[in-house]
């Protein structure tokens, strides 16, 4: 069991870096990935307070996204940085 979690958590990392650096709003990022932790039983625990974030900005709407979204890239980087770099080149179409 531990070792299908250990092999789980590289792929929703790869799945929220996808959703991250996906073409769309901001606040889609925010619902996409709200989505997508819920469907997951293991997640970075380095994550878990932009999830809640992500949670109370759906449900009030008071929150620019932008100030959501920022953090949390850079904490999604700090996890997998290759790919997070590739993702970004492949974006802003830089590779």
Do not use: C
Not at 72 to 80: D, F, I, N, P
Request: charged letters at 20%; aromatic letters at 12%.
């Amino acid at each position: 069991m531990l070792s299908n979690i250990i092999e789980a958590v590289p792929s929703v990392i790869h799945q929220l870096i996808d959703i991250y650096w996906s073409d769309i709003y901001n606040k889609q990022v925010i619902e996409k990935t709200h989505e997508a932790a819920l469907q997951h039983e293991v997640l970075p625990e380095s994550l878990n307070k932009y999830f809640q974030m992500m949670k109370d900005y759906q449900i009030s709407k008071g929150t620019s996204p932008f100030l959501i979204i920022e953090p949390y890239g850079e904490a999604l980087e700090k996890l997998e940085p290759a790919y997070f770099s590739i993702q970004r080149a492949n974006f802003y179409q830089e590779g």
